[in-house]
């Protein structure tokens, strides 16, 4: 034990209260010299020794697991024997299968009701921060657009199905607007091969390094979000996805890092993955 002044307190606290006035980034005081270093190394040698004798002593105070390979098992290693209650057997298999014995963190049903809501926002922020740190994102370029726009190929083949179409009924009105879409569409197509051609300059500017200086990050879906994720894809750089589950099934696009692509409950995690990183906004037609 350290040394009890008559108040109660250790030399190592009555140290601390006078080095209290010096632990500062400057010169010793006046008058002090050797006597202000010996006082500090004292002060040091004190607290390094209680901390040695406060990790020992929660060392020992820890209980140490049971051995596994018990030459007697314990009580509670086996259910109650049938020879002491022929109905024991059944009634510790429906206590092991009733909900209320599941581990909280894999009942489902528990977790989805309703005032489990903060749990599932933390979780829906969580997962995806981990990962993102894991693999060194710190900083992206958030890329938005019409989901719309294909690339130009696709959206030429539209436009020549259309036209068909309405060829062989001339006066449909449904037709005609169906050409008439597909012709602004294709107008808009060529906005996929800019934002291809931006995602891959992003891309570049972290190829190579462990952790990539600057990621794209889209909402994960098709048309301009693809477009970009395919720009990062084609320079092999890592390229990020936040999707968001909806009523109606949906797909990510398959330009997106398998693992820095994410789905989202809660489209305000969803935001703040957006906003958090990003170190500029690009907006492309219909974004």
């Known amino acids: 034990m350290a040394p009890q002044s008559k108040r109660g307190r250790t030399a190592a606290d009555l140290l601390a209260l006078k080095w209290k006035t010096f ?7 006046a008058g002090y010299g050797v006597r202000w270093l010996e006082m500090r190394s004292i002060k ?9 004798r406060s990790a020992r002593s929660l060392r020992r105070a820890l209980p140490q697991p049971a051995k596994a390979d018990r030459r007697f098992p314990l009580p509670w290693h086996r259910p109650k024997s049938v020879d002491d209650d022929l109905e024991a057997p ?38 995806a921060e981990d990962l993102l740190a894991a693999h060194g994102v710190e900083h992206t370029i958030v890329v938005f657009g019409s989901t719309r726009i294909p690339e130009p190929a696709e959206a030429h083949r539209r436009l020549e199905d259309a036209r068909r179409s309405l060829a062989a009924l001339p006066k449909d009105a449904d037709r005609m607007r169906a050409v008439k879409i597909a012709e ?23 190829v190579g ?5 600057l990621v794209i990050m889209t909402g994960g879906g098709p048309g301009i979000m693809e477009a ?18 909806l009523p109606h099934s949906q797909f990510p696009n398959p330009y997106i890092t398998p693992e820095l692509c994410f789905r989202f409950h809660y489209f305000a995690m969803r935001k703040l993955h957006f906003m958090q990183r990003a170190r500029a906004l690009v907006v492309f037609p219909g974004g």
């Open 44 to 52: 040091v040698t004190f607290m390094a020794a209680r901390d040695n």
């Open 209 to 213: 390094d462990h952790a990539p200086k």
């Open 90 to 127: 059944e009634r510790v298999r429906a206590l092991l299968e009733s909900p209320s014995y599941r581990l909280a963190d894999e009942d489902i049903a528990f977790l989805q009701q309703p005032e489990m809501r903060g749990v599932r926002l933390q979780l829906d922020f969580w997962k």
């Open 228 to 245: 970009a994720n395919r720009g990062a894809f084609d320079v092999r750089a890592k390229t990020v996805g936040l999707n968001i589950a």
């Open 23 to 29: 632990d500062r980034p400057q010169s010793p005081p």
């Open 184 to 206: 602004r569409v294709y107008a808009q197509s060529h906005y996929y091969e800019v934002a291809r051609a931006f995602g891959r300059i992003v891309g570049e500017s972290g």
